[in-house]
């Protein structure tokens, strides 16, 4: 067994592994040249005071103790198995693709997008202010939205057995081993596309398939069972449909609603990325005018309530950019994103209110389930006609948010696309303007500086999650009027991030090996 030693280091301490090799061998009571191999297993920073800390958990095998075996996972041929079409590439499609394998049974992977080389041409275009293609962008693609995303690795799984082997899988498919021991763990979008391309390789090997540029436009519905999907002049069935097309796939929403497959409207969240100088950040949460070369760049977690309603941060992208996250150019929509070494000179987060079903009650007796969507479309529209032409967004100084004052001019801004100056409450619902204009209020008492018109909001923060949910059974986890139909991940409403997407495809995938018979 090895042994396990927890210390409080100073930030330049943590960074060197002959330091703390050292101090930890001391602590244990046995000579340096005795520790065979030292193993971080949890690191942590603890800037509650003024000196930050950084706890640092080590495993220590010593002399001849047998050392961890590298991860690895055994994925068998599924070749002449039952098949099961997978309809989206995302995290939720992958890992459920993943486990179908692993249980015998053969995944046609069906996505809309283009593969990664392609889809960073598309998403170039798109920073440029070009075309937005509907089928390739920020959240289409291979490897869905969780490909140039920030890769952070948080959920609220309560399943660590489940969580570690996510990371596992993740490391397994490249990713680097730090996750697996990090407090935050964060991949980067820079290293995000080599493990998707690598999970999609590993299915492709074992027999799957994974088919690129194949929106589904219809599905096969035989008795009420679901056989299999449409796209466009083909028609691809399989023993079970996993649908996980993400929560931007407003055309499948429509689909199942047009072929009577229940669906249920759903409580969301919505407002604004905000956009910090990443160096103010690193003052206010580090209490030093520098935060230094051993602190990484600092993140916060903001929640208050204010009139019962609540005001969060969401996916902070400390170092990072913001994004234009729209799959249609007649919307705009901001997200945030960062590279594995969080390099660049901002911070920013989602700034969210509560949307409850009673906002968009009154676009119930129209549209029904989709109410939210619809509502969630008009907000997007709104900030569209007030940024302009060219995914240009439309933004404001906090402080001038906050007071109410127009802001005449903006800062510099890591949104390639650019920001124009705009009044968001004039074309934001009340409560939502209200909502973050109270809570900012709260968050700048909190984080002294945080409110200040060096930083911007810009809109609109849309897409934190699905509108709709796509009901199934909590036994069988399908559909529960539509047998052989399993929803899974965000777009289904199950999911809200990469793991629980990823984790929730997992959990399908044995649901469906339940229901198939392996051949
Ligand atoms: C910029 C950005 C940054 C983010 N950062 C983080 C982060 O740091 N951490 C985190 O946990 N989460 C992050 N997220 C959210 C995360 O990416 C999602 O929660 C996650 O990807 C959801 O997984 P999913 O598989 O359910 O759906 P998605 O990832 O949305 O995948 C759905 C897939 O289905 C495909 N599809 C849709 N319709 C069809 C169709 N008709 N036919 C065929 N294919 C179809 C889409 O092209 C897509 O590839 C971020 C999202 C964005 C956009």
Known sequence: MPQTITLR?????????????????????????????????????????????????????????SQPEPIHFDYPSVVGKSEVVVVGSGPAGLFAALRLIEL??????????????????????????????????????????????????????????DYNRALQTLVFHGANPEILYEAHPHIGTDKLPYIIRNICRTITACGGEVLFERRVTDFILRDGVMRGVVCGDERIEGAAVVLATGHSARDIYYKLHERGIRLEAKALAMGVRIEHPQALIDQIQYHQPER??????????????????????????????????????????????????????????????????????????????????????????????????????????????????????????????????????????????????????????????????????AGVESRTSTPVRIPRDAETLMHPEVEGLFPTGEGAGYAGGIISAGLDGERIAEAVARYVKPR
Request: aromatic share 8%.
């Open 9 to 65: 280091l100073l930030p330049r301490e943590a960074a060197d592994a002959k330091h703390y090799t050292a101090l930890a061998a001391r602590r244990l009571g046995i000579a340096e040249q005795q520790v065979a191999l030292v193993r971080v297993v949890k690191r942590s920073i603890d800037a509650r005071q003024r000196q930050p800390w950084v706890n640092l958990t080590l495993e220590l095998y010593i002399d001849q103790e």
């Open 104 to 161: 015998g049974l053969k995944p046609i992977l069906l996505e809309r997008g283009r593969e990664v080389s392609a889809r960073k041409v598309d998403i170039a275009c798109i920073n440029r202010g070009g075309e937005v293609n509907p089928d390739s962008n920020y959240a289409f693609g291979e490897g869905g939205a969780g490909t140039f995303s920030d890769g952070k690795l948080f959920t609220r799984s309560k399943k660590r057995g």
């Open 292 to 457: 230094g070369e051993y602190l990484p760049a600092a993140s916060y977690s903001l929640v208050s309530q204010e009139k019962g309603r609540g005001v969060y941060s969401f996916c902070m992208c400390p170092g990072g950019f913001i994004v234009p996250a729209m799959t249609d150019a007649s919307q705009s929509v901001v997200n945030g994103m960062s590279p594995s070494g969080r390099t660049s000179p901002y911070a920013n987060s989602g700034l969210v209110t509560e949307v409850r079903l009673s906002d968009f009650a009154f676009l119930e007796p129209q549209w029904g389930p989709l109410a939210g969507l619809k509502y969630q479309e008009m907000l997007e529209e709104a900030a569209r006609r007030e940024g302009g032409d060219g995914q240009v967004a439309p933004a404001q100084r906090v402080a001038d948010f906050v007071a109410g004052r127009a802001s005449r001019s903006l800062p510099a801004t890591s949104y390639i696309p650019g920001i124009t100056p705009s009044r968001l409450d004039r074309w934001m619902p009340n409560f939502m303007a209200e909502g973050l204009r109270m809570g900012l209020t709260t968050f700048g008492r909190r984080m002294r500086g945080f409110v200040t018109n060096e930083a911007i909001v």
